[in-house]
């Protein structure tokens, strides 16, 4: 069968782009999820998107490919292309033209069996082999396209006519899908819409250009759509280790990384009874189900619980918090640390101690999130301290592992009046 690099099912190169980009190239031989043949072929596909970016390594292993690319030379995402590459049949993109060709104005309004009608007697018997398109087919298509606002019906009496929406003039707007394409959950909507009208020059930069939540936008609106009807959902949840669970619960809300792009959706277990969290990367699918009368309710839990979460663990009682508190040294001239510590303090506080220290403390439910943030003020933390004195064992002995490979004799700050 000759190779075709358009896809029927969004999830299978989903699952491949995953394993080729977000986690990583592996060699041909350490592939193992699926067959060899399977493994060629979706790389053929990827190439024929993305071979502008792509490049290889000579391992002992093997020969590892991998996803090069510069946000300075690509100032849009490239792996939208993965989703402008729908497999169609000969029928349906015949079908498609023909119908846009006949109601080729929001002027046109004509019932089903017009259309059928005119598709007939100027379309379809032009073609030296016949094709024939059943009323069903059309229905179905004309049904399709109006719930997905491409088509507008309208009744009359025992009739429904349909006819095109009105166009929408976006060359105003290309700066704003620009930025939204880029940055926006979703963003694969506003690359579609520029698509329309692309011919500006891009405005935007992006130092920090975090492109894989791209492969994740379809389980996202599913998740957006739930939680805007407030409806429960299935998800299947697929470990890195490859395990793969089935959970009912309310999604509440959607938390992405500053850091490192990566999205979660919060949501209430109703197995558990209990608020988890789920990395949309490791989301095979989103069943949408009926609606919940607890949204609003629980939604609120997750809020106040908001005020506790550094990042996105929670705990499911809301009364058991662990205090972390540390003073920082701030010399003359070094005011921007005073700024970055009210810009980056989240739920803590931040509060002057005297003329050069301040204090940073936060009552948390998981402390070992903000640990990489501590560390980035070692050489300025003056007191340290942990309610959890086993987790503040943790992050000293961490400490002095680190000074040891770097050959440095010293000690994170124990307590008040004691120094690094």
């Known amino acids: 069968m000759a190779y075709n690099e358009r896809i029927k099912n969004f999830e299978r190169i989903r699952e491949y782009m995953r394993e080729f980009y977000v986690y990583g190239f592996k060699s041909r031989e350490e592939f193992s999820q699926k ?3 399977s493994y060629d072929d979706e790389k053929r596909r990827i190439e024929s998107w993305l071979g502008d ?9 093997g020969k590892n490919c991998f996803l090069s690319i510069d946000s300075r030379a690509c100032p849009h995402n490239p792996l939208f292309k993965a989703w402008k590459t729908s497999s169609f049949t000969d029928g349906d993109i015949t079908l498609h033209f023909i119908l846009f060709d006949i109601l080729y104005s929001p002027d046109v309004a004509m019932t089903v069996s017009e259309i059928m009608d005119e598709m007939n007697n100027r379309y379809l018997s032009f073609f030296e082999e016949p094709i024939s398109v059943d009323e069903s087919t059309l229905r179905k298509k004309l049904k399709e396209y109006t719930e997905a606002g491409l088509f507008r019906s309208e009744r009359e009496g025992r009739q429904v006519r349909y006819r095109r929406v009105e166009d929408t003039d976006f060359s105003e707007y290309t700066d704003l899908l620009d930025f939204f394409s880029e940055v926006a959950p979703c963003g694969v909507i506003g690359s579609f819409l520029l698509d329309k009208g692309r011919g500006a020059p891009e405005a935007f930069a992006y130092k920090h250009h975090y492109i894989t939540h791209a492969l994740d936008s379809e389980v996202l609106c599913d998740l957006f759509l739930a939680m805007r009807e407030k409806r429960e959902v299935t998800l299947e949840n697929q470990s890195r280790r490859g395990q793969l669970t089935r959970d009912r619960v309310v999604p509440l809300r959607i938390f992405i990384s500053a850091q490192n792009g990566r999205q979660y959706v919060l949501a209430f277990s109703l197995r558990i009874e209990k608020i988890r969290v789920f990395r949309t990367d490791y989301l095979r699918s989103v ?4 609606p919940n009368d607890r949204f609003d309710e629980l939604r609120e839990k997750l809020d106040r619980m908001g005020q506790h979460m550094w990042g996105v663990m929670t705990r499911k009682n809301e009364s058991r918090t662990q205090r972390i508190l540390f003073d920082v040294h701030i010399d003359d001239g070094e005011e921007y640390i005073i700024q970055r510590l009210e810009r980056e303090k989240r739920c803590g506080t931040v509060e002057r101690l ?10 948390v439910y998981d402390p070992i999130e903000l640990n990489p943030w501590i560390r980035s003020y070692f050489c300025r933390i003056v007191n340290l301290e942990f309610s959890d004195r086993d987790q503040e064992e943790q992050f000293r002995s961490d400490f002095r592992a680190m000074a040891r490979m770097y050959d440095v004799e010293t000690e994170p700050a124990a307590g008040e009046g004691d120094s690094t």
């Open 35 to 37: 067959s060899v043949r």
């Open 53 to 61: 970016y792509m490049s290889f390594r000579q391992t002992p292993d």
């Open 287 to 290: 069943e949408i189900g009926e």
């Open 354 to 363: 005297d003329e050069q220290t301040y204090r940073f403390t936060a009552d």
